[in-house]
């Protein structure tokens, strides 16, 4: 795909997005400002890399018959997009969009990347054991198994990325990076729901979400 301007210009968005847009976002969400004007600044903050990648994506596949299955990342994005919004107005629904944007990009990055080895199967039993423990000692059991079945999903996302970053390599290390970031701000946000947040925390766990985001979707840069 075209580089020098257009890669100018999409880091750039990048850049504005993690420095202005979340920070404003989070704001938002402690100064009193209608859903909408909340949903709207959000809508953003998420659009500028599901856009990027779109563009990346369609480009590659029409210019260089990429596999079809790199389709998967905009479309995990886009399901995390749906459940940004639901989120704010049906928290256990929104959750629901998210563990299906994890679960397609766990797909995605196997089946572009490969990148399955003893680290990752290591890091995925540790995780995963200790979700599970910590679901069933510390979280309400309305919700108990689609709990269980959301960490199974993060703990394989995170040990996939944990493979990608240590490979060193482009663009699996960014990629990699942002899976893993996505999974810290899960963490992150259910710390926060479990003990209280203020508005540092919420910025911390929102520069997670969408940085690791934007990672995902600097795989436009290597289309």
Same mark, same amino acid.
């Given at each position: 795909?075209?580089?020098?301007?257009?890669?100018?210009?999409?880091?750039?968005?990048?850049? #504005?997005?993690?420095?202005?847009?979340?920070?404003?976002?989070?704001?938002?969400?402690?100064?009193?400002?209608?859903? /909408?004007?909340?949903?709207? %600044?959000?809508?953003?903050?998420?659009?500028?890399?599901? %856009?990027?990648?779109? &563009?990346?994506?369609?480009?590659?596949?029409?210019?260089?018959?990429?596999?079809?299955?790199?389709?998967?990342?905009?479309?995990?994005?886009?399901?995390?997009?749906?459940?940004?919004?639901?989120?704010?107005? $049906?928290?256990?629904?929104?959750?629901?969009?998210?563990?299906?944007?994890?679960?397609?990009?766990?797909?995605?990055?196997?089946?572009?990347?490969?990148? %399955?080895? @003893?680290?990752?199967?290591?890091?995925?039993?540790?995780?995963?054991?200790?979700?599970?423990?910590?679901?069933?000692?510390?979280?309400?059991?309305?919700? /108990?198994?689609?709990?269980?079945?959301?960490? #199974?999903?993060?703990?394989?996302?995170?040990?996939?990325?944990?493979?990608?970053?240590?490979? @060193? +390599?482009?663009?699996?290390?960014?990629?990699?990076?942002?899976?893993?970031?996505?999974?810290? +701000?899960? @963490?992150?946000?259910? /710390?926060?729901?479990? &003990?209280?947040?203020?508005?540092? $925390?919420?910025?911390?766990?929102?520069?997670?979400?969408?940085?690791?985001?934007?990672?995902?979707?600097?795989?436009?840069?290597?289309?």
């Amino acid at each position: 795909m075209p580089i020098n301007a257009t890669d100018a210009v999409i880091a750039a968005l990048y850049i #504005l997005d993690l420095l202005l847009i979340v920070p404003l976002y989070t704001k938002k969400k402690y100064d009193h400002s209608t859903r /909408r004007n909340k949903l709207t %600044v959000k809508g953003i903050a998420i659009g500028i890399p599901f %856009v990027a990648l779109l &563009y990346g994506t369609l480009y590659s596949l029409v210019a260089q018959s990429d596999a079809p299955i790199i389709c998967m990342l905009p479309l995990g994005m886009f399901l995390c997009a749906i459940g940004d919004i639901i989120l704010e107005i $049906r928290f256990f629904k929104g959750g629901c969009f998210f563990l299906a944007g994890h679960l397609i990009y766990v797909i995605a990055v196997y089946g572009l990347f490969n990148a %399955v080895s @003893w680290i990752t199967l290591a890091a995925f039993v540790i995780l995963s054991a200790t979700g599970t423990f910590i679901t069933i000692t510390k979280l309400d059991k309305k919700y /108990r198994v689609p709990l269980l079945l959301y960490n #199974l999903v993060i703990s394989a996302s995170f040990a996939l990325g944990i493979t990608l970053v240590i490979g @060193w +390599s482009l663009p699996g290390t960014p990629v990699g990076a942002g899976l893993m970031l996505l999974v810290v +701000s899960d @963490w992150l946000l259910a /710390r926060n729901k479990l &003990y209280g947040s203020n508005f540092k $925390r919420s910025l911390i766990s929102l520069v997670c979400y969408f940085g690791g985001q934007i990672l995902i979707s600097s795989l436009v840069f290597f289309l």
